[in-house]
């Protein structure tokens, strides 16, 4: 067998085929595998028509799972842009002194953007939403389910609606957009609104999913981080495999940190690359275990009841924490908090820049400033932000967030215009 699901506290080996999210001593299980082929590989697939190549998942398929290729479930998803703004874009100077538009690792002071809202439900969530789903077939399920903030639960529903099979979704009642609860139901999933938060609905959802024999598609289950591994890979693909100084990512869950970080290590590992970039783990202040973990030099795993405008990332005990630790200590890297404020701020820039993002994926540049201010980011150092959510997934963010005089409501004359325009 060359891929297996090992434990990551004591090691213990399972078989793929085998239906379980944790180990008999509580820890979560990664899927390891001895071979890692080389990027050559990956790279020949970039000009390939066939749809299982255009997945910026399945272009790395020998490093996510071993599937025959008729049993994939893909859309596709993934090949997501890289974008890269100039200081002074949106109207404010950068404080970043971002100054060029070079990608190659000569040009110093490059900032880029990774948009993962361009996946076909609009997040991240689908490049883990593939392979758990790939996976539940195989295994012969016949319901998936998951606890949601939203763009988890409105990838699960497109993926089992393409699947055939059922979708049931756990979401904190009254705590879920209503552009990702529309997506949700739009795709055919059955919603059950939990009087709780979302650590109240994840709780039970594992509990349902053991009782009831369904299959369970949180980033608890390894499969899904062997997808949201591509992440990393792809932009260092974009990259031509020169590796930033920095990624930073939103943190909630801790599914993308702690993918992130097996992703850099089998890269480094594998020789794909010479470097290992730091991650940037940002947490939003008002729902901040993780960074309240890292500032004990994770002596301690807090738990809280969380609360901010970041509603992706409302999250008060991340599942994924113990991958999470690891995965920082891997790339000496840093956790840090932003207040609503901040990221709101820094959302209206990203936005301001014709690029657009949800509110969490703000906590991206919110996070860069501030780590930039401190001097933890140097001048000249490459950084790539992660953004994770597309610009309509919370709209009454953008509403609440942009300035009033932007929208005037005038008489139908063409003085009316000129006046309203010469304010």
């Not at 930033?244 to 993918?259: C, R």
């Not at 729902?287 to 738990?303: I, L, Q, T």
Request: aromatic share 6%; proline share 4%; with cysteine.
């Amino acid at each position: 067998m060359s891929e297996w699901l090992q434990c990551i506290g004591c090691g213990r080996r399972f078989d793929p085929s085998e239906v379980r999210y944790t180990c008999e001593c509580g820890e979560l299980l990664s899927v390891e595998r001895d071979v890692m082929p080389r990027r050559e590989t990956f790279d020949a697939r970039l000009s390939s028509r066939r749809t299982i190549d255009k997945s910026g998942v399945w272009r790395f398929r020998e490093a996510v799972l071993e599937v025959d290729e008729n049993e994939i479930v893909t859309h596709p998803e993934g090949a997501t842009r890289m974008y890269e703004r100039e200081s002074g874009v949106g109207g404010r100077e950068s404080e970043l002194g971002v100054v060029s538009s070079d990608p190659r690792p000569s040009t110093p002071d490059t900032l880029f953007f990774k948009h993962e809202g361009e996946n076909p439900t609009g997040s991240f969530k689908d490049r883990g939403m593939t392979v758990a789903m790939t996976q539940a077939k195989r295994l012969g399920a016949r319901a998936v389910a998951c606890a949601s903030t939203g763009n988890t639960s409105a990838s699960l529903a497109a993926y089992a609606a393409q699947a055939g099979l059922r979708a049931i979704v756990f979401i904190p009642s009254g705590k879920v957009s209503t552009g990702k609860l529309a997506q949700t139901l739009a795709y055919g999933a059955t919603v059950l609104a939990v009087r709780g938060d979302f650590d109240a609905a994840m709780q039970l959802v594992r509990e349902a999913s053991d009782r009831l024999g369904i299959y369970l598609v949180n980033s608890i289950n390894p499969f899904r981080i062997e997808g949201q591994k591509t992440i990393v890979w792809e932009l260092l693909q974009d990259l031509e495999w020169n590796a930033p100084d920095w990624i930073v990512v939103p943190a909630g869950n801790l599914g993308n940190t702690s993918a992130f970080g097996k992703a850099l290590g089998e890269a480094f590992d594998a020789g794909w690359i010479s470097t290992m970039p730091r991650l940037a783990s940002i947490q939003a202040s008002g729902a901040n275990p993780f960074y309240r973990s890292y500032r004990d030099g994770f002596a301690e795993r807090h738990r809280i009841t969380a609360e901010t405008i970041a509603s992706a990332i409302r999250i008060g005990d991340p599942v994924s924490h113990a991958k999470a630790v690891t995965a920082i200590q891997l790339t000496n890297g840093i956790v840090e908090e932003v207040t609503d404020e901040e990221l709101m701020l820094a959302k209206r820039e990203i936005d301001e820049m014709g690029i657009g993002c949800e509110p969490a994926s703000a906590t991206t540049l919110a996070g860069v400033r501030k780590l930039h201010a401190a001097g933890v980011m140097k001048e000249g150092e490459r950084v790539v932000c992660v953004l994770t959510g597309h610009l309509l997934k919370d709209t009454d963010a953008i509403l609440r967030n942009v300035p009033p005089e932007r929208t005037i409501e005038i008489d139908a004359t063409i003085d009316a215009v000129e006046r309203a325009l010469s304010r």
